[in-house]
């Protein structure tokens, strides 16, 4: 037998932010978890460096589509006497609600024999008054929703009833979501921010037709970024940062009437962190190494030129921990005017 948390909504007060920690990039901290639906980790990730503000999504995509992050995870919830006060605060008032019985009010009664008698089944064992003996020497962990997972099944698959956890332990194996390192690396992942991509294009706004069109991005202004996640509590501390180091450029002209130098449109990373090569005076017969030449004008309108920039992400964190997370995208459009003219002076 199973019980769920399914069988009991727990609720719990937003715990406060850390204070606000600029880090590379100049993303703002910012915190992750929810009470929205029921159950609600009291020790929230707190998130630093370049991170999307408000703590939604970061504008990175993972270039690997079947690569999520976590839906929900498990993390430490509350001592054994706030636990006791909360879980039975709740049980009891869902217990007294009217028409409250059938299925429902018998799995409430099972929750509360879980953890004020000690009724527990295969490998999950009960409690006696709620394990406040031990207080002060762990947490009860309990399931936490992603925020920014859009699918509501997913995101509340974390089902599990709380469980204690000794300080310094790990959690037990049959919780395979519970936070690691890994998951935060992942977390991180998905709420970092990385720069805008406009590159520099000569000519710069205004091209014609059949005349190349170099494109460069400055290594000042192309750099790695880094976003940390983080959870602290009483014998439980973990971290993971991961890290973006751009690796391409891929140049999307805008209209199937272009030309792409190189063919592919992907221009690579230059030995000192540029991306292709400014213009300057007297290249104007040479072949950019990353540029675009349009062979038709585009009217009174403009072409939506697509920079789009790869990332290399891995992660570090806790114990040594750390890995390959998959490459990442992030681009912006620019607009060109293409003009046609019959001669062109060089």
């Known amino acids: 037998m199973t019980l769920t948390a399914s069988a009991l909504i727990l609720t719990a007060p937003e715990a406060a932010a850390e204070p606000v920690d600029y880090g590379k990039g100049g993303g703002k901290q910012e915190t992750g978890g929810t009470n929205e639906t029921g159950i609600y980790a009291a020790a929230r990730i707190q998130y630093s460096g370049s991170v999307a503000k408000g703590g939604g999504t970061g504008n990175v995509t993972s270039s690997d589509v079947n690569w999520t992050p976590p839906p929900c995870w498990y993390a430490p919830y509350l001592g054994a006497k706030d636990f006791k006060k909360k879980m039975s605060e709740d049980i009891e008032r869902q217990l007294n609600t009217p028409g409250m019985g059938g299925t429902a009010g018998s799995a409430l009664g099972e929750t509360k024999r879980h953890y004020e008698d000690g009724y527990g089944w295969g490998d999950t064992p009960g409690y006696k008054d709620y394990n406040v003996?031990?207080?002060?020497?762990?947490?009860?962990?309990?399931?936490?929703?992603?925020?920014?997972?859009?699918?509501?099944?997913?995101?509340?698959?974390?089902?599990?009833?709380?469980?204690?956890?000794?300080?310094?332990?790990?959690?037990?194996?049959?919780?395979?979501?519970?936070?690691?390192?890994?998951?935060?690396?992942?977390?991180?992942?998905?709420?970092?921010?990385?720069?805008?991509?406009?590159?520099?294009?000569?000519?710069?706004?205004?091209?014609?037709?059949?005349?190349?069109?170099?494109?460069?991005?400055?290594?000042?202004?192309?750099?790695?970024?880094?976003?940390?996640?983080?959870?602290?509590?009483?014998?439980?501390?973990?971290?993971?940062?991961t890290t973006a180091r751009?690796?391409?450029?891929?140049?999307?002209?805008?209209?199937?009437?272009?030309?792409?130098?190189?063919?592919?449109?992907?221009?690579v990373i230059n030995a000192d962190k540029s991306i292709g090569e400014p213009y300057a005076k007297g290249k104007a017969d040479q072949t950019p190494p990353?540029?675009?030449?349009?062979?038709?004008?585009?009217?009174?309108?403009?072409?939506?030129?697509?920079?789009t920039i790869t990332w290399e992400i891995d992660w570090t964190g806790t114990g040594g921990a750390g890995g390959d997370l998959p490459n990442g995208t992030f681009g912006n459009t620019q607009d060109v005017t293409v003009q046609e003219v019959q001669a062109v002076n060089r």
């Open 290 to 307: 990353c540029g675009l030449k349009y062979l038709r004008s585009s009217g009174d309108g403009t072409y939506k030129l697509q920079a």
């Open 133 to 241: 003996e031990n207080d002060g020497k762990g947490m009860f962990w309990a399931g936490v929703e992603n925020p920014n997972e859009p699918d509501p099944l997913k995101r509340s698959s974390c089902t599990d009833l709380p469980f204690w956890v000794e300080n310094g332990d790990a959690p037990p194996p049959q919780y395979e979501e519970a936070i690691s390192p890994e998951i935060l690396a992942a977390l991180a992942y998905q709420h970092m921010q990385l720069p805008d991509t406009k590159v520099t294009l000569a000519p710069e706004a205004n091209t014609k037709v059949n005349l190349p069109t170099w494109a460069w991005l400055d290594k000042a202004v192309f750099d790695e970024v880094q976003a940390t996640a983080a959870l602290n509590v009483p014998g439980f501390n973990i971290q993971a940062t």
């Open 246 to 267: 751009p690796v391409s450029l891929k140049l999307e002209p805008g209209t199937k009437d272009a030309e792409t130098y190189p063919a592919s449109g992907e221009c």
